[in-house]
């Protein structure tokens, strides 16, 4: 299971839209609770369901978002690169995260609005330095373009992947927000009917950014 | 709810039920019947979830707090949230629905002639016209609004069909009583088709009583009233809407116990629902009773202006601990030889046969001292304190849907001739005040009120409601979701914890705020 963190209005619930539909929605609907999209993946030839929970950014909410982290294998934590203030508040978001989720939570950090150059105000090489200097993965993805959104999912699926494989991540306890499936498919957080399902196929990396 | 029946069969330590297995009623939404379902478990349709989302929400270890849809509207604006329990079932056993649904005169019923007349008689009336504006045409029907919450036992089968149907038998039972309904100036008939006693109106009331049983009895009009002389009991018009809801949720219990043949129906549920007709809003509950003292049941409180109104008293244990035990006592049969139906301060012993215990009977509030016999040994009918009191060792819930296959652990006892499908209905006159925007109707399930108390739940309203925009469609859903976060709580390495490092509730929250000033345009 993934969550979905970040300020208001970064494009968190584009973003998965986006992943899910193929979509994506010019206006903004706040998200006032917890919403939610899967779908499935091909990982190194293993079909995983990607359980998706995106959050509510604003402060008014921050108590109920912080209580999803627990249950989490990976968040993605969402700024906007046209808005700096949503930058600086990542800090913020990270002790949240830490705080709260099992140690071992994969963490992909997206500065979103990549289609949005003229208005840039955060510096790509500046969310890469943060990222570094924290242990995140990083992308830049655009919700509207759909350009590495998929990467951004599927990367983050990737490296709980390689953690699992590696031992880190405990799959037998259902805290860690992966659950296996009945034909040996490990996912995360799968329900009862999701290894008869079909996975929608994958477009190949683009290479748009 | 599930828990208690588990919990109840080992608790029980009086011998003659102990064992294991109870397959009768397992977890989950399918007890292991072959039939299909008669509706396939989900959410409440107006959360309108995917198939994912429902998969995703049944997440034990996060519980995410489910609400209304930023597309969604409820009728009233009216705010509800959700979360499943913390694994002790599969599935979320609560369910809910809500809807405005339209009462018109059944179509067939009647002849069509009346209504052309009806029109006529009604613009002959002084009122007339102010009457026809008020409730619109006679054709035209009420529009009632229906919320209902249900918290399933042993199975979330008889949960999701009730929330699917049990606004139909309200319609329908509604149906037969609405042209006597929307005729508020008149009491209602006693005897359809009957002239009523002298009242200016009287002739519509007559004509349209007549019209209602299709001209049964006296065909053409009846000249003549009869004359009384006997006095008569006058029968307000929100009586009728409460025997019209007590009906339809009989019919309700009979259509699950007619199709549980065909289809896989399991467990049972309590049922709250509640009714807005013709400015007053009706609290109907058939929940569980059985309980002293802290009775937690799926209940009803209104907040006005600060102030805690209960809308749904539970039954109180001592009227229904003298129904079980007069039914006990009139039909034994149904004790299968293996209780009593005489209460004692504690379980009688053996070596206690011909000394002089306290006891009483259906028929008693008192105790008196009665000596003991070889009867007496037997089972209580009723067993434990408080939360923990069991109608046969089995259940704790004397009141409700469903059940029908319910048996004592290990026996060929059924439960289900003790239970009631009749609900306790309340009348809340909306028009009697001017209900502000933070004036609401709570209506919640066991997980909520198990935590907290109602001035608790009042408390956190008053908090919160004041600091949200008047205008935001979602204030309702919001503060919904306020609750029932207060309510789960937190979840920290022991367990789900409340304010007060309190335990929160375990258990599945179902949480409606509905705001009464709606109310007011109605009245
Ligand atoms: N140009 C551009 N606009 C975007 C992009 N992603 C999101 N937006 C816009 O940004 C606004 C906010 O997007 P949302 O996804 O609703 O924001 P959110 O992070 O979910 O906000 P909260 O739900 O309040 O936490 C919307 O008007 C989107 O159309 C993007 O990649 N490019
Ligand atoms: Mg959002």
Redesign the interface.
């Known amino acids: 299971m993934y969550i979905i963190i970040g300020d208001t209005g970064v494009g968190k619930s584009c973003l998965l839209l986006q992943f899910t539909d193929k979509r994506f929605q010019p206006v903004h609907d706040l998200t006032i609770g917890v919403e939610f999209g899967a779908r499935m993946v091909n990982i190194d030839g293993k079909q995983i369901k990607l359980q998706i929970w995106d959050t509510a950014g604003q402060e008014s909410f921050r108590s109920i978002t912080r209580s999803y982290y627990r249950g989490a294998a990976g968040a993605l934590l969402v700024y906007d690169i046209t808005r700096r203030e949503t930058f600086n508040h990542l800090t913020s978001w990270l002790e949240d995260a830490r705080q709260h989720s099992s140690s071992n939570m994969v963490i992909m950090l997206i500065g979103n609005k990549s289609d949005l150059e003229s208005r840039r105000d955060v510096k790509r090489e500046e969310g890469e330095a943060f990222a570094r200097e924290h242990g995140l993965i990083f992308m830049e993805t655009s919700a509207k373009t759909a350009c590495n959104v998929e990467e951004a999912f599927i990367n983050t699926a990737k490296e709980i992947y390689r953690k699992i494989q590696q031992g880190l991540f405990d799959v037998h306890n259902e805290a860690n927000g992966i659950k296996i499936g009945p034909q040996q498919c490990i996912s995360t957080s799968v329900g009862p009917s999701a290894s008869q399902r079909s996975s929608s196929e994958i477009g190949s990396n683009s290479g748009c950014c | 709810m599930l828990t208690r029946v588990k919990s109840a069969v080992a608790n029980f330590m009086g011998g003659i039920m102990a064992g294991s297995s109870g397959s009768e009623h397992s977890g989950g939404g399918c007890g292991g019947s072959d039939l299909p379902l008669r509706f396939p478990y989900g959410r409440p349709e107006f959360l309108g979830l995917s198939?994912?989302?429902v998969?995703?929400?049944?997440?034990?270890?996060?519980?995410?707090?489910?609400?209304l849809?930023?597309?969604r509207r409820l009728p009233w604006a009216t705010g509800y949230?959700e979360v499943i329990n913390a694994g002790k079932s599969t599935y979320n056993e609560d369910q809910a629905s809500c809807e405005v649904l339209t009462v018109k005169k059944k179509a067939g019923a009647i002849t069509s002639t009346p209504n052309r007349n009806s029109t006529k008689r009604r613009s002959s009336l002084p009122n007339g016209e102010g009457l026809q504006l008020k409730e619109n045409s006679e054709s035209e029907g009420v529009s009632c609004h229906y919320w209902s919450l249900f918290d399933g036992h042993a199975g979330s089968g008889a949960a999701v069909v009730a929330s699917r149907l049990l606004q139909h038998h309200v319609t329908e039972q509604l149906q037969d009583i609405v042209e006597i309904l929307k005729n508020s100036a008149v009491l209602p008939p006693t005897c359809l088709g009957e002239e009523p006693e002298n009242t200016p109106a009287n002739s519509r009331t007559l004509t349209r009583a007549a019209s209602l049983r299709g001209g049964v009895g006296a065909p053409g009009s009846p000249s003549t009233p009869p004359t009384r002389f006997f006095t008569e009991k006058k029968i307000p018009h929100e009586c009728l809407v409460i025997g019209a809801l007590e009906s339809a949720f009989k019919e309700m219990d009979l259509q699950i116990e007619r199709e549980r043949s065909s289809y896989n129906i399991s467990g049972g549920c309590t049922a709250l629902i509640v009714v807005c007709l013709l400015g007053k809003l009706y609290v109907a509950n058939a929940g569980d009773s059985s309980s002293e003292e802290e009775v937690t049941n799926p209940k009803a409180i209104i907040i006005r202006n600060g102030e805690i109104i209960p809308m749904s008293s539970e039954f109180t244990p001592e009227t229904e601990r003298q129904r079980l035990q007069y039914l006990a006592f009139m039909q034994p049969h149904l004790l299968g030889n293996e209780f009593t139906h005489l209460e004692f301060p504690r379980r009688v012993q053996r070596k206690e046969l011909g000394k002089k215990m306290l006891y009483r009977d259906f028929n008693m509030t008192g105790w008196a001292y009665k000596t003991i016999e070889d009867d007496d040994l037997k089972f209580p009918l009723i067993y434990g304190e408080g939360k923990k009191a069991r109608v046969m060792a089995t259940i704790g819930v004397t009141r409700g849907l469903g059940d029908h296959d319910l048996k004592v652990h290990d026996s060929n006892i059924y439960i289900k001739p003790f239970l009631s499908s009749a609900p306790e209905v309340r009348v809340y006159d909306l028009s009697k005040y001017e209900h502000g925007a933070d004036d609401v109707l709570i209506l919640a399930t066991d997980g909520l009120w198990d935590v907290l108390s109602n001035e608790e739940v009042a408390e956190a309203i008053s908090q919160f409601l004041p600091n949200c925009d008047p205008d935001d469609p979602?204030r309702y859903?919001?503060a919904a979701?306020d609750l029932v976060?207060r309510a789960r709580g937190?979840?920290k390495d022991r367990g789900w914890r409340i304010s007060n490092d309190r335990l929160g509730s375990g258990d599945d929250i179902s949480v409606y705020v509905i705001p009464l000033i709606h109310g007011n345009k109605l009245s």
């Open positions: 198939q994912d989302e998969e995703c929400s049944a997440d034990h270890i996060a519980r995410p707090i489910l609400i849809k930023e597309t949230a979602h859903t919001l979701q976060m937190v979840l």
